[in-house]
C-alpha cells in the first residue's frame, strides 16, 4: 500500500525555536492535511491545503503556524515560535479528494517535544 | 456534524469474535461511517467505510441497520495485533469536518 513518509520521526526543541516538520504525501493525492495529537486526547485537525493554498484551517491553526509544497513532492508545517503547549505528535495526511468520505492516509508521524 | 458516541475500552481474548459499536443518533442523509484503527505512537489507519447495510473486507466488517442511527464494527478472530484505539467517524463534505472522538480502546490479551 502506498505510505505518507514523515520526517523526523522525533524533534526537540526550545521554547521560542522555529521548527519545520516534512511530509511526502502520496504521489497521486492532491489534498494534504496536518492533524495533531496531544499525548492522551484527540486527534485534531489543523490544516487542509489544496492546489498550493489553505483550504481550510481550525482554531489552533494560528499565525504561527504556516503550511508550505515548496516542491511537487514535499509538504511542510513550519510552526514560527514554539510553545511549551505545541508538544505533541503531529500527523501529516494525504487523500485523493476532500470529501468526507474520502480515504486518509496518515503519516507515521513528528513526536514534537518543546523544552 | 453528527456527534458519534464509543465505548471507552473493551476486553477480548484471542480469537474471540469483537464488535464495537457507535451510536450516531443525527447522522444526516449524505453521511459515510467510517472507521480508522490506531496503534501506539502512529497514524490512524482507515479500516472499513458504509453507507448502509453491510460492508465486508479483508480486515473487517461494518453493519449499519437501516435507520443509520448506529454502526457496529465487527473485527474476526482478534489477535493481540489488533489491540489498539479504533475511530468511528460520520460526515461528508471536507475532510476537515471530520471529528476524532475519544475512541475506543481495544485490548486483546492470551
Known amino acids: 500500500e502506498p505510505e505518507v513518509t514523515q520526517t523526523p520521526s522525533h524533534q526537540v526543541t526550545q521554547m521560542g525555536q522555529e521548527v519545520i516538520l516534512r511530509c511526502v504525501p502520496i504521489?497521486?493525492?492532491?489534498?494534504f492535511y496536518w492533524y495533531r495529537q496531544i499525548l492522551g486526547q484527540k486527534v485534531e485537525f489543523l490544516v487542509s491545503?489544496?492546489?498550493?493554498?489553505?483550504?481550510?484551517k481550525s482554531e489552533i491553526f494560528d499565525d504561527q503556524f504556516s503550511v508550505e509544497r515548496p516542491d511537487g513532492s514535499n509538504f511542510t508545517l513550519k510552526i514560527r515560535s514554539t510553545k511549551l503547549e505545541d508538544s505533541a505528535m503531529y500527523f501529516c495526511?494525504?487523500?485523493?479528494?476532500?470529501?468526507?468520505?474520502?480515504?486518509?492516509?496518515f503519516g507515521s508521524g513528528t513526536q514534537l517535544s518543546v523544552l | 456534524l453528527a456527534k458519534t458516541t464509543q465505548p471507552i475500552s473493551m476486553d477480548s481474548y484471542e480469537g474471540q469474535e469483537v464488535n464495537i459499536t457507535c451510536s450516531h443518533n443525527?447522522?444526516?442523509?449524505?453521511?459515510?461511517i467510517t472507521w480508522y484503527q490506531q496503534f501506539p505512537s502512529q497514524g490512524p489507519r482507515f479500516i472499513i467505510q458504509?453507507?448502509?447495510t453491510k460492508v465486508t473486507n479483508e480486515v473487517a466488517s461494518l453493519f449499519i441497520p437501516a435507520d443509520r442511527k448506529s454502526s457496529t464494527l465487527s473485527l474476526p478472530r482478534v489477535s493481540l495485533s489488533d489491540t489498539a484505539v479504533y475511530y468511528c467517524?460520520?460526515?461528508?463534505?471536507?475532510?476537515?469536518?471530520?471529528?476524532f472522538g475519544t475512541g475506543t480502546r481495544l485490548q486483546v490479551t492470551l
Open positions: 495526511a494525504s487523500s485523493e479528494g476532500d470529501r468526507g468520505y474520502e480515504k486518509l492516509f
Open positions: 504521489s497521486n493525492h492532491l489534498y
Open positions: 491545503f489544496y492546489n498550493n493554498e489553505i483550504s481550510e
Open positions: 443525527n447522522i444526516a442523509t449524505n453521511d459515510y
Open positions: 458504509g453507507y448502509k
Open positions: 467517524l460520520v460526515g461528508t463534505g471536507t475532510a476537515s469536518k471530520l471529528t
